[in-house]
C-alpha cells in the first residue's frame, strides 16, 4: 500500500530487466551444464562433448549480457556503481553487520527518490556495490580461466605453472580447472544471498514490473 512519503517510479527499464534475467537464466545452465562437465558431486554428463557445447554457447551469452549490463550502468547509473564508491559500500556492510549483531544503531535504509528533479538520490543498498564489482570480476576470471581450457590455450595457463607448483598443485592447468571450479561456487553463494537480500529490500517485484513504490526524499535532505 502507498504511503504519503512515497512515489511509484520506474525503477529498472526494460532494458536492463532483460539482461538481469538473461544473466540469471544463463547461469543456472551454466552451474547445472559444468556441475556434469566437472564430474561435481559425482555427477556424469550423458554426453559431454554436447555438454561441453551449451556450456560454451551458453558462456558466450552470458558475457554478452554482462557487457550490455556494463554499458548501460556506465551509461545511466555509473553514479550509484562507480569503483570510486567501494569503499562506502565495505564502511556500509560493517555497519549492518554491526547492526545484525547488535554491537551497532540501526542502519537506515538511504534509498529514496526526487520528484522534484524527477530522479533517485540513491538508487541502492550501499552493499549492492560490493556484490556488483564481486560479480563482475567473478565474471572476468571464469571467463578466462573457461575460455583457456576449453580452447586448450596452453601459452596462458603454463605461463602460471610457478605460481601453481608455488601452491603445490601440479601446473597451471590444473590450478585452472581450480580456480574455475572455485569461482562456480563462489558464484553460486552470492546468487543465492543476492537472492536473499532482494526479497528482505523488496525489489523483486521491480524486477519484473520494473517499477516500485520509492521513498520520497530530496536532494537538499542528503547534502545535509
Not at 111 to 120: F, N, Q, V
Not at 179 to 188: A, E
Amino acid at each position: 500500500m502507498k504511503e504519503e512519503n512515497e512515489i511509484e517510479v520506474l525503477r529498472h527499464s526494460l532494458f536492463y530487466r532483460i539482461c538481469h534475467w538473461t544473466i540469471f537464466s544463463t547461469f543456472f545452465i551454466l552451474l547445472i551444464t559444468g556441475l556434469f562437465i566437472g564430474r561435481v558431486f559425482n555427477l556424469k554428463a550423458p554426453d559431454k562433448s554436447l555438454f561441453l557445447d551449451i556450456h560454451f554457447y551458453t558462456s558466450i551469452v552470458f558475457g554478452a549480457a554482462w557487457f550490455f549490463m556494463l554499458g548501460y550502468i556506465i551509461a545511466k547509473e555509473w553514479k550509484f556503481f562507480s569503483i570510486i564508491r567501494i569503499p562506502y559500500g565495505i564502511k556500509f556492510f560493517i555497519a549492518e553487520l554491526r547492526a545484525w549483531f547488535k554491537l551497532g544503531p540501526h542502519v537506515e535504509d538511504p534509498r529514496g527518490y526526487d520528484p522534484k528533479k524527477k530522479e533517485y538520490v540513491e538508487k541502492i543498498i550501499p552493499t549492492e556495490i560490493l556484490v556488483w564489482w564481486t560479480y563482475f570480476a567473478l565474471a572476468i576470471i571464469m571467463g578466462i580461466t573457461g575460455l583457456s581450457i576449453y580452447f586448450n590455450l596452453d601459452f596462458i595457463y603454463n605461463a602460471f605453472d610457478d605460481v601453481a607448483r608455488a601452491l603445490m598443485i601440479d601446473d597451471g592447468y590444473t590450478l585452472f580447472r581450480i580456480i574455475h571450479r572455485l569461482g562456480m561456487f563462489v558464484f553460486g553463494v552470492i546468487v543465492l544471498t543476492h537472492f536473499y537480500a532482494v526479497i528482505i529490500f523488496g525489489v523483486i517485484k521491480s524486477m519484473f514490473t520494473g517499477r516500485r513504490l520509492e521513498k520520497i526524499k530530496y536532494h537538499e535532505e542528503a547534502e545535509e
